[in-house]
């Protein structure tokens, strides 16, 4: 499902938002034949059925949205947060505007970019597609929360230096959260399997041979990622 | 004598980038990334209609959902003086009356901002900009340049040109005459465009932004609102990708700095993606007719390009479509014509390889269908028609390393394996064709200023009112900095992207290297020279009384030629008892530069695959030969043409902004529907820089590479389709449809 965003239908359609996994695409699937796939049903299914009802309740109140925060107890890069958040607040505009974790990027909001990728219990996930009251208690990693500490890169991090795999580095997060990711998932065996599988996150800059040269160094180094 | 770790650093050397720690930690801040205290969320509810005015505006639901603050309109907005100013525009980048966000009831194209309305969180002020209600008096409008071609004007800022006679093509023996079309190409960086506007009193505003020239932004705004240069503070650090959707001041910007004047608060305004497509400028379609006649033997005797790019009803965007047409090749006969049709729709902006990159694939194709007329090679005809000097002007090139990215190139793509006759190459299933082409992009330099300032510590603080919107311009000041001060890259930072630094030009057209590029060279240079007088002056140097012939700067620190002793940076601070030394400098080209014709060049080989059944066409490898002068720093350097490759291969098959003309509405406006090269599209690459220094352009040696890689591109991919399959596809994006 693509969701198309207008004003008037935004914040509608934020409710029926899709937590997806890129690395759960089948490996001939392109980032738009997997986007259509990923169903409504699928939606439903993933959001708890208080939020459902809140979110009913809120939106059928035409003019007068008093929604209800709700508590959420979140791991963040290893840190429990005790949250009260809006049932429609995603889980990225929950870390860029309410935690101030502006390391995830936001460059659709629609599901199509994968700069917002982050890591939920160990998977890549887009956080503009997932609620924040979806991730009670969840492990959330972010890239901030990558690095084993402020002195030393996780090996990632610093393949992308090393190679120049970002050029105005929006996407960087993202690219770097969702190459963690293929590796742990055991997809970047081959250069046409880490392509496959690296093609959920847009590049503008166009610096995906430096990418793919990052990831294969990570992959033959064999360091734990 | 202080010790220091050198790395060398020095010009050239393919240095990891400074900010890229930063980059990859997630500390780089972006311009939707600042969270001031008392930070308010604006969301702009856009027209549904095309052409018209507003009827009627209703904002009481949305004024009373919660935590909302204010919806601005165009009957509450502050004003902005400048809006008054009327058509008279000097000095602006295009002709015409600017947008004006909230002046009036009018709407000029679709998704048009109508009204923003501000909320204490980001959540509720979507919600309530669903709320607003907007009645329109609709007029009939019109979007499809295809139809609207007799409605063509000359553009107020002409670009035409001839020498010789016009039309001269029609009589050569040989002759080619075809129509290309290329479509509206969306920027769409994958930072969508931001702005967090405070007014800090009532005539002094801070905006944060993305930026591609901070100076241009405060001087828009200082115009806007009739405000002094000091009382105007934009603040652009990291820019998460422009590629000229950056150049100028946009709704977002205007919306916030009235929002916040109407709260008193700051506001936060981001775009939405599909805002995107059409609130900050797109490459605009264009339709261009080639004519080439040469002799029998390949020399061309006459050449025309009449090209047609389309505009908005308010503003005439003209870009260097014809450009490359007039100085690429030698031919004494050459006319171009340029013209505009005015649309109900926002106006076009310069979008990477602006002008030249859709100006070229009609030229860069039709020269590849004059040498298939030719029977002759098309390596062979372009260098055939090699233009010894700037055919333009006539001016000598100030350098032109063009036959060397041709020998090159070739021998590195293999060119003298391809079998020049369509259909003729395989590889399995697919067809192989293989295509090339040239490039050729300004190479200018304007003047620009830097700040050096030396620290106690001996360490070095360069600052420049510039832009690093990808490129690395942090990484290679830093270089040119470190080269000339003889210091070790750790101990130089450079600072940029806030418009109370020095003086600097934009980020665009690819000038960026030569111009501030000389600047922090040249201020180097006169901090060395003070630095100099300081420890030759001054009694208790080690250095008192040397003379300067004697004298050589490396590893922090003057000292005497082929001799230890000397002394450090920090060592004449303290002598001279200086906290700190700092000088300003400006910087520009000598008069000599107007001698010479100033470009950059390159050429492009290509091997496509292509599907015979499904018409599927995959760029399988480039070699991208060019001479963008001396290199800063061979890795950044590469990677700029890494993207124009990958920029390349989304305008040859992919890219094209869709308008619905019944509604005036784009139908593709997400990076699902709007085609962009993924990982999987991407070739293997191979980067050739012939870095040769340019003697002219600047002190550095340096020309420009920003947009180089990206001129020719299309045609070399469109050539190589036309191998591979016998079809000339003659309008973009190269998509299966049209070739089964």
Redesign the interface.
């Known amino acids: 499902m693509?969701i198309?965003?207008?004003?008037?239908?935004?914040?509608k359609n934020r409710t029926f938002s899709v937590l997806i996994n890129p690395g759960q695409a089948p490996p001939q699937a392109?980032?738009?034949d997997f986007?259509k796939q990923s169903s409504l049903l699928t939606a439903l299914a993933l959001t708890p059925s208080t939020v459902l009802q809140a979110a009913e309740t809120v939106l059928g109140t035409e003019?007068?949205?008093?929604?209800e925060n709700i508590p959420v107890v979140i791991e963040i890069n290893g840190t429990s947060r005790s949250l009260s958040v809006?049932p429609?607040?995603s889980l990225l505009?929950l870390l860029?505007?309410q935690l101030?974790?502006?390391?995830?990027?936001?460059?659709?909001?629609?599901g199509?970019?994968g700069?917002c990728t982050v890591h939920v219990d160990g998977q890549r996930v887009l956080a503009c597609l997932s609620l924040a009251v979806m991730m009670q208690g969840k492990q959330v990693t972010?890239?901030?929360g990558?690095?084993e500490g402020p002195e030393r890169?996780h090996p990632m991090?610093e393949a992308?230096?090393?190679h120049?795999g970002?050029?105005?580095?929006?996407?960087?997060?993202g690219q770097?959260m969702s190459a963690v990711g293929c590796l742990r998932e055991g997809h970047a065996d081959t250069e046409a399997e880490?392509?496959?599988y690296?093609?959920?996150?847009?590049?503008?800059?166009?610096?995906?041979?430096?990418?793919?040269a990052a990831i294969e160094e990570v992959k033959k180094g064999g360091q734990k990622v | 004598m202080e010790e220091y770790t050198l790395k060398p650093g020095q010009i050239g050397d393919p240095l990891?980038?400074v900010?890229?720690?930063?980059?990859?930690?997630?500390?780089?801040?972006?311009a939707?990334?600042y969270?001031l205290p008392g930070i308010t969320?604006g969301?702009?509810?856009?027209s549904t209609i095309t052409k018209g005015r507003i009827r009627a505006i209703d904002t009481k639901?949305a004024e009373?959902?919660?935590g909302v603050l204010a919806v601005v309109t165009h009957k509450n907005s502050p004003k902005v003086p400048g809006y008054n100013a009327g058509t008279d525009n000097e000095g602006s980048r295009v002709y015409g009356q600017e947008f004006r966000v909230f002046y009036d009831d009018r709407i000029y194209y679709n998704n048009q901002p109508v009204a923003l309305v501000i909320a204490d969180?980001?959540?509720?002020a979507?919600?309530a900009?669903?709320?607003?209600s907007v009645t329109y008096n609709e007029d009939k409008h019109q979007t499809n340049i295809k139809t609207q071609t007799e409605k063509a004007i000359k553009p107020e800022r002409p670009e035409d040109y001839a020498r010789g006679e016009a039309n001269a093509y029609k009589k050569a023996p040989v002759r080619i005459e075809q129509d290309y079309h290329t479509p509206i190409h969306v920027h769409?960086?994958?930072?969508?465009h931001a702005a967090t506007a405070v007014w800090e009193t009532n005539d002094k505003v801070i905006v944060y932004n993305k930026a591609q020239g901070v100076k241009l932004a405060q001087k828009d705004i200082m115009k806007s609102f009739d405000l002094k240069a000091e009382n105007v503070r934009i603040h652009s650090p990291?820019?998460?990708?422009?590629?000229g959707s950056s150049s100028r001041i946009w709704p977002q910007e205007m919306a916030a700095i009235l929002g916040a004047k109407h709260v008193g608060r700051p506001v936060k305004v981001?775009l939405?993606?599909?805002q995107v497509f059409n609130m900050v400028g797109y490459r605009p379609r264009s339709i261009q007719k080639v004519g080439l006649g040469a002799t029998a033997d390949g020399k061309l005797i006459g050449v025309t390009h009449e090209a047609m790019g389309l505009t908005s009803t308010y503003e005439q965007f003209t870009e260097r479509i014809v450009h490359p047409t007039k100085s690429l090749y030698s031919s004494p006969n050459l006319n171009a014509v340029y013209k505009l049709v005015p649309l109900d729709l926002s106006t076009p902006c310069w979008t990477r390889g602006p002008g030249e990159s859709s100006g070229s694939f009609a030229l860069e194709s039709a020269m590849d269908e004059l040498a298939y007329a030719l029977n002759m090679d098309p390596l062979t005809l372009r260098l055939k028609n090699f233009a010894d000097k700037d055919p333009e002007n006539d001016k000598p090139w100030s350098s032109n390393f063009l036959k060397t990215c041709y020998e090159q190139g070739a021998e590195r793509f293999g060119w003298s394996k391809r079998n020049p006759k369509p259909r003729s190459m395989r590889a399995g299933d697919m067809l192989v064709g293989m295509g090339m082409s040239a490039g050729i992009y300004k190479a200018e330099r304007a003047p620009a200023s830097a700040r050096a300032k030396l620290l106690a510590d001996g360490s070095l603080v360069v600052q420049s009112a510039a832009a690093d919107?990808?490129?690395?311009t942090y990484t290679i000041m830093t270089q040119i900095a470190a080269d000339t001060m003889g210091l070790p890259v750790g101990k130089v930072r450079f600072e940029l992207g806030d418009s109370s630094f020095p003086q600097a030009p934009p980020q665009y057209g690819s000038h960026t290297t030569a111009s501030v590029g000389s600047a922090v060279h040249d201020v180097c240079v006169a901090l060395k020279q003070r630095l100099q007088e300081l420890a030759i002056n001054k009694q208790g140097s080690a250095l008192y009384q040397a003379s300067a012939d004697d004298l050589v700067f490396a590893d922090n620190a003057i000292r005497l030629k082929g001799r230890s002793n000397g002394v450090t940076y920090t060592e004449i601070l303290k002598l001279n008892n200086l906290p700190e030394l700092e000088v300003t400098k400006e910087s520009k080209s000598g008069p000599e530069k107007e001698t010479f014709s100033t470009k950059s060049f390159c050429a492009t080989f290509i091997e496509v695959h292509v599907h015979p059944a499904t018409g599927m066409v995959q760029v399988k490898r480039v070699v991208s030969a060019v001479d963008a002068g001396k290199i800063m720093n061979l890795?950044?350097a590469?990677?700029?043409v890494?993207?124009?490759?990958?920029?390349g291969i989304g305008m040859a098959l992919m890219e094209e902004g869709v308008i619905d003309h019944r509604f005036g509405r784009y139908m593709n406006k997400?990076?699902?529907?709007y085609?962009?090269?993924?990982?999987?599209?991407?070739p293997d690459?191979d980067v050739i820089l012939i870095d040769k220094p340019d003697p002219i352009v600047s002190p550095t040696g340096a020309k420009g590479i920003g947009e180089i890689g990206m001129v020719g591109f299309a045609a070399a991919v469109a050539n190589a389709v036309y191998h591979a399959t016998g079809k000339r596809i003659r309008e973009l994006p190269i998509t299966p449809d049209k070739l089964v």
Request: overall charge positive.
């Open positions: 693509v198309q965003a207008s004003n008037s239908t935004v914040m392109g980032r738009r986007l003019g007068s949205p008093t929604a809006e429609r607040v505009d860029r505007e101030d974790m502006t390391g995830t990027k936001k460059g659709c909001d629609y199509q970019c700069a972010t890239i901030e990558l690095a890169l991090q992308f230096i090393k120049d970002f050029q105005c580095g929006y996407c960087t997060p770097i880490i392509r496959e690296m093609s959920g996150n847009i590049c503008r800059c166009g610096a995906y041979s430096n990418i793919i | 990891n980038r900010d890229g720690r930063l980059k990859v930690t997630g500390g780089a801040r972006y939707a990334e969270n969320f969301v702009l509810t856009t639901a009373k959902a919660p969180t980001l959540e509720r979507t919600y900009a669903s709320l607003v769409n960086p994958m930072e969508p990291f820019v998460g990708g422009a590629f981001v939405k993606r599909d919107v990808g490129p690395g890795k950044t590469r990677s700029q890494l993207g124009s490759t990958i920029w997400d990076l699902a529907e085609h962009v090269p993924v990982c999987a599209d991407t690459i």
